[in-house]
């Protein structure tokens, strides 16, 4: 079956402007995770979600970020008034159920410029 | 400050030998370990995992290895094989916040024919 998508996979963006990073998890995992990955560091948690709410977003950097799951399905993660510190690979991952192994999209690498 | 570490950056081993990449943690809250390969343009894959009441778990050619006194965990591959050439992540995380994987820094294995 598919696996866990993420587009785009790349965005190129000038420092100030908005953007959004969808994530569409594997069919009927009902936890997704988002991750950030900068240069020569592991991925590093920003927030989780268990179906529509965000049961644990202690990972988000500063309130520039936010992320949604409206149906419990796709989410997008929205970073405002990016700057360039915020380049990164982004990694969305999904899990049948909580705790469960994770598997990992693609990622989207964001560069701010 | 890292919670996982793995201090080599980088491993080179001969096809059919053994590849011993090593993983060290503070945090005594840890109680789940878990070891993820990465392939350039993909997201990372589970590989293997081992819980705290356990000291060993094998899978095929890979086994991984937890000395909770000494809070360091490695993963064995025998024999090596030129596809294992990856990055390879330790991950570690918390009962209770099971869904949030604390990644160290990986490892870069190169496996010549």
């Known amino acids: 079956g598919a696996g866990v998508s993420q587009t785009p996979s790349n965005k190129v963006t000038e420092k100030g402007k908005y953007v959004e990073l969808r994530c569409d998890p594997i069919?009927?995992?009902?936890?997704l995770y988002w991750y950030r990955q900068s240069l020569g560091q592991g991925p590093e948690f920003l927030i989780y979600f268990q179906g529509t709410g965000a049961a644990d977003d202690s990972g988000l950097p500063n309130d520039r970020f936010f992320a949604v799951r409206p149906e419990g399905s796709v989410s997008t993660l929205k970073i405002q008034r990016t700057e360039r510190g915020d380049s990164a690979v982004y990694l969305c991952?999904?899990?049948?159920?909580?705790?469960?192994?994770?598997?990992f999209g693609p990622g989207t690498r964001l560069t701010v410029t | 400050d890292q919670q996982v570490k793995q201090n080599s950056p980088s491993l080179s081993v001969q096809e059919g030998r053994i590849s011993i990449l090593n993983c060290d943690y503070t945090n005594s809250m840890f109680d789940y370990f878990l070891w993820y390969k990465k392939y350039p343009a993909e997201g990372p894959t589970f590989l293997i995992s081992i819980s705290s009441i356990k000291d060993k778990n094998e899978d095929g050619r890979f086994t991984v290895f937890l000395n909770k006194s000494a809070k360091h965990l490695s993963l064995h591959i025998v024999p090596s094989q030129p596809g294992d050439s990856a990055v390879y992540f330790c991950a570690a995380s918390v009962e209770g916040s099971n869904y949030k994987l604390t990644f160290g820094k990986g490892t870069l294995l190169t496996v010549n024919p």
């Open positions: 991952a999904s899990s049948l159920v909580s705790g469960a192994e994770q598997y």
């Open positions: 069919s009927g995992h009902t936890a």
